[in-house]
């Protein structure tokens, strides 16, 4: 189930699937494999900053296009 509310600078589990165009399972193991940390949030809903998650985005796109 997905929280209603992030505070600002922050997104959930959700969103960061969204963002990067994977499933919630990537993300968990984005996470596990140490490429992106949690911020924040609770075990079962974590937070991640907005900044990592666009960090991880821009150099997910630089490797594709190289």
Same mark, same amino acid.
């Given at each position: 189930?997905? *929280? /209603?509310? +992030? @505070? *600002? =600078?922050? /997104?959930?589990?959700? #969103?960061v699937a969204k963002l990067l165009?994977?499933? /919630?399972? =990537?993300? $968990?193991?984005? %996470?596990? !494999?140490? #490429?992106?940390? $949690? +911020? =924040? =949030?609770? *075990? $079962? #809903? @974590?937070?991640?900053?907005?900044?990592? %998650?666009?960090?991880l985005d821009t150099k997910r !796109?630089? !490797?594709?296009?190289?």
């Open positions: 189930m997905e *929280p /209603l509310y +992030a @505070p *600002p =600078g922050y /997104l959930t589990a959700h #969103q165009g994977i499933a /919630l399972g =990537g993300v $968990r193991q984005l %996470v596990h !494999r140490g #490429q992106l940390t $949690r +911020a =924040g =949030g609770s *075990p $079962r #809903q @974590p937070l991640f900053a907005v900044h990592d %998650v666009t960090a !796109r630089m !490797r594709a296009a190289a």
